[in-house]
Nanobody, 126 residues
Framework: QVQLVESGGGSVQAGGSLRLSCAVS???????MGWFRQAPVKEREGVAS???????NYANSVKGRFTISIDNAKNTLYLQMNTLKPEDTAIYYC?????????????????????WGQGTQVTVSS
């Protein structure tokens, strides 16, 4: 069982930065970790994924601006978001796949993730 608690959301002007944190209780070894976001009236979108065996993956819309990372000592997943745009406004969720299920392919699919945090709001104003 994995529990995920996000923090770090807030309001920022376009061009600014935020760092989201996801405190993980449970074993992250061998399991794919991801960040998703959902804007009003839109489907949940995969933003970034990471596991220790494969390279990180990013949605095209955030490549070069967002960075996913993990601090193993703190068992915390991060999403560093730079050069934020108004279209980045959404609720951001941390998620984890089941035990020993790594990341698959370039598309980050919400249906493949079993554990979810409660979400944190990010608002970017123009």
């Amino acid at each position: 069982q994995v529990q995920l608690v996000e923090s770090g959301g807030g309001s920022v002007q376009a061009g600014g930065s935020l760092r989201l944190s996801c405190a993980v209780s449970g074993n992250t070894y061998g399991r794919c970790m991801g960040w998703f976001r959902q804007a009003p009236v839109k489907e949940r979108e995969g933003v970034a994924s990471f596991d220790r065996a494969s390279s990180t993956n990013y949605a095209n819309s955030v490549k070069g601006r967002f960075t996913i990372s993990i601090d193993n000592a703190k068992n915390t997943l991060y999403l560093q978001m730079n050069t934020l745009k108004p279209e980045d406004t959404a609720i951001y969720y941390c998620a984890a796949r089941g035990p020993l299920l790594g990341c698959r392919g370039d598309v980050i699919r919400a249906a493949e993730f079993s554990y979810w945090g409660q979400g944190t709001q990010v608002t970017v104003s123009s």
